[in-house]
Every structure is written in C-alpha cells, then in structure tokens.
C-alpha cells in the first residue's frame, strides 16, 4: 500500500504564473488534508476535503487559493498569480474516516 | 482555540543523553495530543499520540510522552539518544483524536545528537 503521493516534489514558479499541487490518498482514506509550511514555522491548517466536498477552509487564503478532491484523482491545491509569500512547503494527509492520518513528503514550492 | 508552545527551538544532545523535548498546550475542550518527527525533506511521521485513558504513550524509536492535565504539558523524552534521532520535532494539538482535521502545530524543536 503506496503511501501519500504528492507531486511535485519541487516546483519552481515566477510570480503570476499559477502553481497546482497534487496529492494522491493512500488507498482507502476519503479524507485529505492540506497544510502549508513556512520557513521556520509550524505547518498551518488550510483546508479538510471528503470527496466531491470541501469540509473545512477556514485556514485557506480568501483569494488566490482553491482545492479540491473530485470524485475521481488526486486532490489538487491550486494557488493563482503566485507571489513570493506563497513560496512554502505544501503538505498533504489523507485519513479514513476518524482514523489515523499520514503525511506526504510535501511538495515544495518557490516563487521566482 | 488551541494553541501549541515547544520551548526551545534547538535542542542539542550527546549521544546516550536522555532527550527532553518540551510542549505545553492551551485547549478550550479536552485535548488530543500527537508528536510529529520531520527528516530533511521528508514528511512527517507520527511517533505517538494521547487521546484518553493511559497518561504515559509510547511511540516508536522508543520515545515516549506524558499527558499533564495540571501543567498542560505533552513533554517528548528518549532515555538515549541516537544519532538517527537527529531531525525536527513537532508537537500538535487536535479536538479530534486520530484525525489530521485542524491539527494546530507548534514551531518544532530541531534536535541535533553529538557524539
């Protein structure tokens, strides 16, 4: 049982350019998590998605930032017209319903 | 509102040396408490959590924690430490135990092991 895919592992954008993250669930868990990790911070919540659903995006960016988890794929957390604050490490987790969570290995995003 | 606070930002240990690393939090229901290891550029990896019952957990890599109500404290300790112990620790808090929903991190503590 492969773990949580994310991908890009690294990815470069200039700024204004749009940046997509994807996170591929292990196998069985219909809950996916999305969290950002600034320099020398603590990862912060940004949003908790089921299927088809967004449960949660009380931690999201107002503009710029969206996800989702559609019924088929991968979670994509798509940030438009980048700018240097977005530069961050973007984690992804996906559970069972009320069970343990695991992380990816992040997908780390640099604006240029 | 949660809130996480790990006390020292680097922590450095000789090999052998007991390893204390610590968290205290605020929680305005009964917490769920989990300690998080990061490698470089990895992700992170669950090392053990509290939801109810036993206040002393054990994880993997023979870690271990204890759950104080009165101090609100989750402190993270190794009787030994090990080079491969070397990574950054995260403590976090959750109103939902088992679950990544919400989960509030401290600012992690890098842990560096001498020899």
């Known amino acids: 049982n492969a773990g949580v895919m994310q991908n890009p592992r690294h990815l470069v954008r200039r700024r204004g350019q749009e940046a997509r993250l994807r996170c591929s669930p292990m196998?069985?868990?219909?809950?996916v998590y999305w969290y950002r990790q600034l320099p020398e911070e603590g990862l912060k919540f940004m949003v908790y998605?089921?299927?088809?659903?967004?449960?949660?995006e009380s931690g999201m960016p107002k503009e710029r930032f969206s996800a989702e988890f559609p019924k088929e794929g991968p979670s994509i957390l798509r940030i438009q017209q980048v700018v240097r604050g977005d530069s961050a490490a973007y984690f992804c987790?996906?559970?069972?319903?009320?069970?343990?969570?695991?992380f990816g290995q992040g997908t780390r995003l640099t604006v240029v | 509102a949660q809130s996480v606070t790990q006390l020292g930002s680097h922590v450095s240990v000789s090999e052998g040396a007991l390893v204390l690393l610590r968290c205290n939090y605020s929680?305005?229901?009964?917490?769920?408490l989990f300690w998080y290891v990061q490698y470089p550029n990895q992700g992170l990896q669950l090392l053990l959590k509290?939801?109810?019952?036993?206040?002393l957990v054990k994880g993997i890599n023979g870690f271990e924690a204890e759950f104080k109500k009165s101090e609100t404290s989750f402190h993270l300790t190794k009787p030994s430490a090990h080079m491969s112990d070397a990574a950054e620790y995260f403590c976090?808090?959750?109103?939902?135990?088992?679950?990544?929903?919400?989960?509030?991190f401290g600012t992690g503590t890098r842990l560096q092991v001498t020899l």
């Open positions: 976090a808090v959750s109103p939902y135990t088992g679950t990544a929903s919400k989960l509030t």
């Open positions: 509290y939801t109810t019952g036993a206040t």
């Open positions: 987790a996906s559970s069972p319903p009320f069970g343990e969570a695991f």
């Open positions: 998605l089921q299927k088809e659903n967004i449960i949660d």
């Open positions: 929680s305005s229901v009964p917490p769920y």
């Open positions: 196998k069985g868990h219909s809950h």
